[in-house]
């Protein structure tokens, strides 16, 4: 088993949240800012080798909360700051710790005003409300108390121990990728080297590490890395090292999905997907363990798909959104790319699409009507998005991008005005609706060359370059007619056009090409592309793909020599390609309330299970058949088998 936390049946390890009526209350995002903040610090101090993505405002130190009373009552509340209340109808005493006592002598509403240099934060059974600088008064966020008592804003990922092997050539082995901290005891000062491969970790020049892998002494003989670091294999230098251990963080999950099918290689692909997946789900949903270790829009949209056919965990993708929500638009673009701004907007859709979640849409809605309208300020007479435009990245690839992210636009175009449908917000969804058909029509008019059936990677047709990124956003987003759809999938199938440099957009691909008829050619390439880093001995999914012919070219990016990261969640894509593709799997309405399931014949025997709000959809074709079980508040619209492409 490659992930050495795995649970079918719980939540491993065991979460420090409970729920009970106690609960700890913070002004709107500031937990979720406070976390991100808290990463950065992290960031700088672990000296990693990448800029941080974007702005974010900060979290407030001194929050008004909001109580109204109907009759005299005295009560207790946890605090981490320092309170302060106003009027002279409450009283407020110190307990001892944070326990304080309100004594409320009449009906009033009692204003709270906490301050904290770090995180205001009130811990009470009562709901409150928050005073905002605007002179709004909104609910508060609400988090379960702790076991150990510690507000949730101070809680760590829990750690697993694991022992590693030692080789006979002196390196230890944790026999998987992981992520944690080295430990171990030494009479002499000792140099540790770690690495995602064994290639990584021969490197001696500092100059070349990707993180830091400083140690620092305790209790005189112990040691243990600074910071976490990511990796496989390690060794240390210049002295005896005894009861060396690892010390691992894993974020408390349930494996609620799962895939079986009689293809070896299948299963181990899905599972290491989903592994790779889990080692990137901390306070949120991160990119990688070594390097990106931090959330980011674009590839949270593919993170959150394959979350949805795993673990379900709905809350750490409301804490992604919530914190890179908070990035603009005042700050600039999300991530501080512009492609991400646009992909911001998509996620919003896909987690209504797998979690159904009203009750959160309608409290993101005004941020993503801002962002919105935002990027349709940026725009030219003609509907294209080129004002002010920051970073541009699409995929690691060179060549155009511009018209790809014009796709991209009018994919976030048709997001909003479906989540602007579900807000009732009907002039919204009118105005973007006009503004999606304008952007349209301007695309063909511009990019679109019947010549070749192909949509060029600007928006003038001066280079005649064509790239796969526009042509397959143009099938992804719904805005390529079907009279040019078959010509675009010929020339994503072929060889004509470059190839993507990431499974970011290879697993988008796939799933279009399955979707379209081409399941052999998806299937072929998910074997060739995840089964070729199998090969190579990986334990979890990479950043890049291509033709590898030695450890060096797969560790190589960014001009270094171990710039790639070998732990990426947007390489997770199989945990939701592999039963969307063989077995249908996929929500037709909200929340899986309604959804189809069409297994394709010629794959042999396949079961699935894919969590859901309302339960588990347990799906099993065999000899032939297909065996469905599903909860009672779902309908499966689609159960007929589809023909071997």
Request: one cysteine or more; hydrophobic letters at 40%; glycine letters at 8%.
């Amino acid at each position: 088993m490659v992930d050495p936390a795995y649970s079918e049946t719980r939540i491993c390890p065991q979460p420090e949240i409970l729920e009970n009526s106690l609960f700890w209350h913070y002004a709107p995002d500031d937990f979720e800012l406070f976390q991100l903040e808290k990463m950065h610090r992290e960031f700088v101090r672990a000296k990693r080798k990448v800029g941080w993505p974007g702005r974010f405002r900060l979290p407030a130190r001194e929050v008004v909360f909001l109580r109204s009373f109907m009759k005299p009552r005295k009560i207790k509340f946890l605090c981490c700051g320092t309170p302060t209340v106003a009027g002279t109808a409450a009283r407020l005493t110190h307990c001892s710790g944070m326990e304080y006592s309100l004594q409320v002598s009449r009906k009033t509403t009692v204003r709270l005003t906490i301050y904290n240099e770090e995180l205001p934060a009130l811990g009470s059974a009562l709901k409150w409300r928050v005073l905002t600088s605007g002179g709004q008064c909104i609910q508060a966020d609400r988090h379960g108390r702790t076991r150990s008592g510690v507000p949730p804003h101070l809680l760590e990922v829990p750690c697993i121990e694991l022992q590693p092997i030692q080789h006979a050539d002196g390196c230890f082995d944790a026999g998987r990728e992981v992520y944690g901290w080295i430990e171990g005891e030494a009479e002499n000062p000792v140099e540790l080297f770690a690495g995602e491969s064994r290639y990584e970790m021969q490197n001696e020049n500092r100059a070349f590490d990707e993180q830091d892998q400083t140690l620092e002494f305790y209790e005189n003989r112990k040691f243990r890395t600074c910071n976490p670091v990511a990796f496989r294999y390690f060794r240390f230098k210049n002295a005896m090292v005894q009861n060396v251990r690892c010390r691992l963080l894993f974020s408390p999950q349930q494996y609620k999905g799962a895939f079986r099918s009689r293809d070896g290689l299948l299963n181990s692909i899905w599972l290491h997907s989903a592994y790779t997946l889990r080692l990137n789900m901390h306070h949120f949903l991160l990119d990688g363990i070594k390097r990106d270790h931090m959330p980011w829009a674009g590839d949270l949209a593919l993170s959150l798909t394959s979350n949805a056919y795993t673990f379900a965990d709905g809350a750490i993708i409301r804490r992604s959104l919530k914190a890179l929500g908070n990035s603009g638009p005042a700050y600039g673009d999300v991530n501080g790319i512009t492609d991400f701004s646009t992909w911001w907007i998509i996620c919003h859709e896909l987690y209504q699409l797998y979690f159904g979640d009203r009750e959160f849409l309608s409290r993101s809605y005004p941020l993503i009507w801002e962002r919105v309208e935002s990027l349709i300020a940026r725009c030219n007479e003609a509907g294209f998005l080129v004002k002010n435009l920051e970073w541009v990245f699409i995929d690691w690839t060179p060549g155009t991008k511009i018209s790809a992210l014009q796709m991209l636009f009018f994919m976030a175009l048709g997001s909003a005005a479906r989540l602007a449908g579900k807000m009732n917000a009907a002039e919204d969804e009118k105005r973007w609706l006009a503004f999606a058909v304008k952007l349209k029509k301007s695309i063909y008019r511009q990019c679109f060359s019947p010549k070749c059936g192909l949509f060029s990677a600007d928006i003038d047709g001066k280079t005649g370059e064509y790239t796969r990124h526009a042509n397959l956003f143009a099938l992804m987003s719904g805005l390529a007619e079907e009279k040019d759809r078959h010509g675009i999938l010929n020339a994503l199938v072929g060889t004509g056009l470059p190839p993507f440099g990431t499974p970011f957009l290879a697993t988008w691909e796939l799933l279009v090409l399955a979707e379209s008829g081409k399941t052999s050619c998806a299937m072929e390439k998910i074997r060739s592309i995840w089964g070729n880093m199998l090969s190579w001995g990986a334990t979890t999914f990479w950043e890049g793909v291509g033709d590898y012919r030695e450890e060096k070219d797969f560790c190589e990016f960014y001009g270094r020599p171990f710039g790639a990261s070998l732990c990426h969640a947007w390489a997770s894509g199989p945990a939701f390609l592999l039963p969307r593709i063989l077995l249908g799997l996929a929500p037709t309405a909200d929340g899986w309330k309604e959804f189809r399931c069409t297994p394709r014949p010629g794959y042999g025997d396949i079961c699935c299970t894919v969590p859901t709000p309302f339960g588990r959809i347990k799906a099993e074709w065999r000899g032939g058949k297909l065996h469905l079980d599903h909860p009672a508040e779902t309908v499966c619209l689609s159960h007929c088998s589809r023909q071997q492409d």
